[in-house]
């Protein structure tokens, strides 16, 4: 299920537009707005140590932007390498997002989504069941982070929710997000060892799907 519109929907026209007459360039993107370094929390950590957490973290996304999901069966961006990341976890650990070798999920997550509320208890059991690839990677994305919204601050909502893998703060701008080509939350990126899209999904999903999905396209 995806996002509520007025909320999930961030590919502009304008945007959009922009990459429809911009193929094949090589972009760099974010770098951070002016607030990403002051927006900070204090949160309790699950050893229950108090730390500085910067809800928005400068960005670069280098290499060539993916097309915005519309359709999971019928995506532009199979098959094409995915731009790589550098950024930082909340507490300013530098993060980057690029190939390993291995397989990766990208998962990317607004504390305010309900359906991110409900798909991270099943990540877990994906995990914690023994059924995920013991080789897959997993990596988070903070992204579309509002003060005004529930579960402010991400920092606390991934400590609050056990999430188990490292997070990424993304930017003001999303610029993550938006390299990406997430258009509804949660946005979840397969990638194969060499950073090659293998398949793009948004919104809810349960163990049974999560597993039949991943065996679909990961080798065994």
């Known amino acids: 299920m995806t996002a509520q519109k007025n ?28 607030s990403s370094s002051t927006t900070t929390s204090t949160i309790t950590s699950n050893s229950g140590d108090v730390v500085t957490a910067a809800e928005f973290q400068p960005v670069e996304a280098e290499g060539e932007m993916l097309l915005a999901l519309e359709d999971p069966d019928n995506d532009p961006a199979r098959g094409k390498i995915a731009p ?11 993060l980057t997002i690029a190939p390993t070798g291995k397989p990766m999920l990208v998962v990317f997550l607004a504390h305010w989504c ?10 877990i059991e994906w995990k914690d069941s023994g059924a995920m690839p013991a080789d897959l990677g997993v990596v988070g994305v903070s992204t579309g982070a509002r003060d005004d919204a529930p579960n402010w601050p991400p920092s606390q909502w991934v400590v609050d929710k056990a ?5 990424m703060a993304d930017n003001e701008d999303q610029s993550a997000a938006v390299a990406f080509g997430v258009s509804g ?35 065994v």
């Not at 790589?84 to 530098?94: C, E, I, L, Q, T």
Request: proline share 8%; glycine share 14%; with cysteine.
């Open 185 to 219: 939350y949660p946005g979840l990126i397969l990638l194969n060892g060499d950073g090659k899209v293998l398949a793009r999904r948004s919104g809810e999903a349960g163990i049974d799907e999560l597993k039949a999905w991943a065996q679909e396209f990961l080798p």
């Open 7 to 34: 909320q999930t929907k961030f590919i502009a026209g304008g945007v959009a537009a922009a990459i429809a007459a911009i193929v094949a360039v090589v972009l760099v993107v974010g770098g951070g707005s002016s």
């Open 84 to 94: 790589v990341v550098n950024g930082f976890g909340f507490d300013g650990a530098p």
């Open 163 to 167: 999430w188990p893998w490292p997070v």
């Open 114 to 123: 309900p359906h991110c509320n409900a798909e991270i208890p099943r990540l």
